[in-house]
Nanobody, 120 residues
Framework: QVQLVESGGGLVQSGGSLRLSCVASGTIFRFTNVGWYRQAPGKQRELVARISSAGNTNVADSVEGRFTISRDNAKNTVYLQMNSLKPEDTAVYYC??????????????WGQGTQVTVSS
């Protein structure tokens, strides 16, 4: 079982930066693939960035060059560093962890989300 808690959201001016944190409970977190998703009002939830258990990363085209995802397994934490923020980045940001136990079991965990608001 994994519980995820996001933090670091807030109100920032356009061009500013925020760092989101996703802290997990449990001992399997280091074996999970983790993604940051966001959902703006009236829009579908979308993938922003993803990091595998091995540390391989990818980010959405819309945030390429501005957002960076990283993880610190010793702290059971995944980060999303967001620079050069734009008003269109305004959304609730969610952390998602996926775990495959290698024996047919596949588990998905979501956090409660953290609000990011970028003013123009």
């Amino acid at each position: 079982q994994v519980q995820l808690v996001e933090s670091g959201g807030g109100l920032v001016q356009s061009g500013g930066s925020l760092r989101l944190s996703c802290v997990a409970s449990g001992t399997i977190f280091r074996f999970t693939n983790v993604g940051w998703y966001r959902q703006a009002p009236g829009k579908q939830r979308e993938l922003v960035a993803r990091i595998s258990s091995a540390g391989n990363t990818n980010v959405a085209d819309s945030v390429e060059g501005r957002f960076t995802i990283s993880r610190d397994n010793a702290k059971n934490t995944v980060y999303l560093q967001m620079n050069s923020l734009k008003p269109e980045d305004t959304a609730v940001y969610y952390c998602k962890a996926e775990y495959d136990n290698g024996r047919g079991g596949y588990y998905v965990y979501w956090g409660q989300g953290t609000q990011v608001t970028v003013s123009s």
